[in-house]
């Protein structure tokens, strides 16, 4: 089996968790995912990890277009029953077309 290098832990500390020292060594995350959490850069090296990094970016990236989307002029109706899933769903949609083209590049 081959350990894949990633860097090692991020906060490394000496020691064992539990009463008196006993227990199991102590283990935080490594320093790859600690980039990948900071940078937003899904390639942790782990699945769950990098779902939540690519989620999180998508909802940021969502809520930046989502503010553009809002601080448009409207019309007498524009602002009608609907209009809020509307805006929320083309946000989503120039979310996606970012980190498509952030894919691309």
Do not use: C
């Amino acid at each position: 089996m081959t350990q894949r290098n990633d860097g090692g832990p991020a906060f490394a500390r000496a020691g064992f968790s539990g009463p008196a020292g006993f227990g199991r060594p102590v283990v935080g995350m490594s320093l790859r995912q600690y980039a990948a959490i900071s940078l937003r850069v899904p390639d942790s090296g782990t699945d769950w990890l990098d779902d939540m990094i690519r989620q999180s970016a998508r909802d940021e990236f969502a809520g930046k277009a989502l503010a553009g989307l809002g601080g448009r002029k409207f019309h007498k109706g524009d602002a009608g029953e609907g209009y809020a899933e509307w805006a929320a769903s083309m946000a989503y949609e120039f979310a996606d077309a970012m980190l498509a083209a952030r894919e691309r590049t």
